[in-house]
């Protein structure tokens, strides 16, 4: 790797991180748009974890890549086959073809490259045991990994049992009464990742458990609808997390990671996939797209959620009518909730949940809060808390044999690609590893696809195909240049940034892209539901 290319990119940043390394007493402004740390004006980033970390907290030990500023020393090189070592080393991929008849899913690929030390994001598939259906999850962490590590793991089990009927609630509830063992409630086809929960799961099985008695005193036979159990499900979650640092805790352990949890915040994008039924739930700034290829085999790309931010005129306003009148001028501030978050609606962060004085009274309980790597901060302007929600806009989708792939990703993906960039990237891919043959050279194919495979073909002898897309996904994201044309220079000085200058220029990325059986989906309109009973469905469509 030519090391002009590194140091143009270093370079261009030096001055700006000199901020960062001066007590690290606020975020540079200097830095781009996409680029920007989610949480701003904190005396601590995620990524200075102190040395000292009492016992029962979950901060682990830094990964340090190369963190020198000094120009002298950023000459790294690395060869392609390191770039795709790198790329490549979180990648997965799972078929599905006999994993279970009624969700049309043929396989799921995904992949992630972090920029945080330690990464934030957070993934997950699993299937509901006692009811029909695929859930698909990311999970993009701030102000530490805490929050998206708890969402992560226990959000698809408050959906399951949303879900369940009252029959099946009954079974549960008497299997605990009487120290059985429970129904099986989840089958995780890809896990979070290794428990740090290990030592207080038995609290978080409390709170399910009043949960689930919750949902018996309602009496409703068939349960909830997948749209109201998507609302239920991350509301209750989050207002748990609340509330289980305030409620009294002996337990080191519990207390110190409960703390994290709930003062770390996280957004969140969840897809429930059930026979041609498909359900997305977004708090926050992850975003779903399907891509669609229609008769006469034109590409298109179908948005499925929307970005709970400042661009976002609907979310302007629903703050706006949340708030006084007078507040209207500093809800928002340099693009910020209050100055300080970019997404408006997420997990945790309850700094801009809860009052002056109840964050006062949780944090004199004898917290190190500054080994904990606790925000302490109330920004400007906070008189009506709360300022933020984890309350998700649900988008309902029939799905339709045209419907080829569901993409989820953590907006590290979304900074540095639109979403038609994505789904042009996509089928760039099919055509390259031989996947979809049929759609893409029989069937003519706008003038907007043929320019992205030419220009994958340009570069195609550069580096040898990915197999897995959301790889290539990523690779394009960081390595290519505002032509779209990938650069083998900026690919790898990318993945050579020193630790302190790697956040500024893109964030952590995880992208998992589903693939969806026509054949199937087409199934089930010429035989009709009778066949493939499904849970019920909301008829928010779009």
């Not at 964030?507 to 059986?517: E, P, R, Y």
Request: hydrophobic share 40%; aromatic share 8%.
């Amino acid at each position: 790797m030519s090391s002009t290319v590194s140091y143009r990119i270093f370079n261009s940043v030096r001055n700006r991180i000199a901020v960062l390394q001066g007590g690290r007493r606020s975020y540079s402004r200097g830095a781009s748009i996409r680029n920007q740390l989610k949480w701003r004006h904190f005396p601590q980033t995620s990524s200075t974890l102190k040395n000292r970390i009492p016992c029962g907290s979950f901060a682990l030990q830094k990964a340090f890549r190369h963190t020198s500023t000094e120009e002298e020393d950023f000459h790294l090189q690395l060869s392609p086959e390191q770039v795709n070592d790198l790329l490549r080393a979180g990648e997965s991929s799972h078929k599905l073809l006999d994993f279970n008849s009624g969700v049309p899913v043929l396989r799921f690929e995904s992949n992630q490259l972090a920029a945080n030390s330690p990464v934030e994001d957070r993934q997950g598939v699993a299937s509901c045991m006692q009811t029909n259906g695929l859930m698909f999850g990311i999970f993009d962490g701030h102000g530490g990994h805490a929050c998206a590590q708890a969402v992560s793991e226990r959000l698809f089990y408050y959906m399951a049992v949303s879900l369940m009927s009252q029959q099946t609630l009954g079974q549960m509830e008497e299997a605990m009464e009487n120290m059985q063992p429970l129904l099986p409630i989840l089958q995780w086809l890809k896990h979070p990742g290794a428990s740090i929960y290990k030592d207080v799961t038995s609290v978080h099985l409390d709170h399910l458990r009043v949960y689930w008695q919750e949902l018996l005193d309602l009496h409703m036979e068939m349960g909830l609808s997948i749209e109201e159990a998507l609302m239920y499900s991350f509301q209750r979650l989050d207002s748990d997390i609340s509330l289980e640092i305030q409620a009294p805790l002996e337990d080191e352990v519990t207390k110190n990671l409960s703390l994290q949890v709930a003062f770390s915040g996280a957004t969140a994008c969840m897809a429930h996939v059930n026979g041609i039924h498909l359900h997305v739930a977004n708090a926050g700034d992850c975003r779903a797209i399907l891509g669609v290829q229609e008769d006469n085999g034109v590409w298109s790309c179908l948005p499925l959620t929307r970005d709970h931010n400042a661009w976002n005129e609907a979310e302007l306003s629903r703050l706006k009518r949340e708030h006084p009148e007078s507040e209207d001028r500093t809800l928002i501030i340099d693009d910020r909730l209050l100055g300080v978050l970019i997404p408006c609606r997420a997990f945790g962060d309850v700094q801009l949940k809860w009052s002056k004085e109840l964050q006062r009274s949780v944090l004199e309980r004898g917290f190190d809060t500054e080994a904990l790597n606790i925000y302490q901060f109330t920004p400007p302007h906070y008189y009506t808390p709360p300022y933020l929600t984890a309350k998700p806009e649900v988008t309902y989708h029939k799905l339709r044999p045209q419907d080829k792939f569901l993409v989820l990703a953590s907006d590290g993906l979304w900074d540095m690609l639109g979403n038609e960039d994505v789904v042009r990237l996509v089928v760039g891919h099919l055509s390259k590893v031989g996947c979809h043959k049929p759609d893409l050279d029989q069937r003519p194919a706008n003038l907007g696809l043929m320019q992205s495979l030419l220009l994958q073909r340009k570069a195609s002898g550069l580096h040898a195909a990915d197999q897995n897309v959301a790889t290539h996904l990523i690779r394009h994201a960081i390595g290519s240049n505002e032509y779209g044309e990938m650069e083998p220079e900026r690919l790898a000085a990318m993945l050579t940034l020193p630790e302190d200058v790697a956040r500024m220029y893109r964030d952590d990325i995880t992208v998992m892209v589903v693939f969806f059986n026509s054949e199937s989906i087409d199934t089930y309109y010429k035989e009709g539901s009778e066949s493939h009973p499904v849970a019920k469905a909301s008829t928010n469509t779009i």
